[in-house]
């Protein structure tokens, strides 16, 4: 599985908003871009495109940023990848042979890719703060 930058810092944004739901208070685009290294003007464009998918609202002003939309756990992984990367394509034989050893293969390749689709859509960001609350407290500190 590849995952793309532009879809990372997604999810990161996401998972950063996550964190912060239970607040209900806005997030500054700038406080997640500087805390994880990405590129504002980047951030931005993804943000709008999560927001146009209904994943994240925008409050405007000096105390304006950007919230969910959703409650955590109804929001998964799957949905945010899918937002930002499109429909993933059935995978096909680039052969042109429809031999059965090509069509085994390619039958495997799409089991596979199904299953990971799956998983994906089974984790909420809810479950995914969990995991990085639970990671943070298993920290130690010399």
Same mark, same amino acid.
Not at 25 to 29: F, G, H, L, T
Not at 57 to 61: A, K, L, M, N, P
């Given at each position: 599985m590849?995952?793309?930058? /532009?879809?990372?810092?997604a ?7 996550t964190?912060a739901?239970?607040?209900g $208070?806005?997030?500054?685009?700038r406080? *997640?871009a +500087?805390?994880? @290294?990405?590129p ?5 464009? *993804?943000? #709008?495109q #999560? /927001?146009g998918? &209904?994943y994240v ?5 000096a105390? &304006? @940023? ?11 992984? @799957?949905?945010?990848m899918?937002v *930002?990367e &499109?429909?993933?394509e059935? *995978?096909?034989?680039?052969?042109n042979s429809?031999?059965p050893?090509?069509?085994? #293969?390619v039958?495997?390749w799409?089991e596979?890719?199904d299953? +990971? ?9 809810? $479950? ?5 609350? /639970?990671?943070?407290?298993?920290m130690?500190?010399?």
């Open positions: 590849r995952v793309s930058a /532009k879809t990372e810092y999810c990161i944004a996401m998972l950063e908003l964190v739901y239970s607040a $208070e806005p997030i500054r685009i406080n *997640i +500087e805390a994880h @290294g990405i504002s003007r980047f951030l931005v464009q *993804i943000l #709008l #999560l /927001k998918a &209904g609202v925008s409050t405007r002003g105390s &304006g @940023g950007y919230q969910l939309a959703k409650a955590p756990d109804e929001i998964n992984l @799957g949905e945010v899918q *930002i &499109g429909q993933e059935v *995978i096909r034989s680039c052969t429809d031999s050893s090509a069509r085994v #293969l039958a495997a799409n596979v890719q299953v +990971e689709r799956e998983m994906l859509h089974s984790l909420t960001f809810s $479950e995914l703060a969990a995991r990085q609350r /639970k990671q943070a407290e298993n130690y500190y010399i």
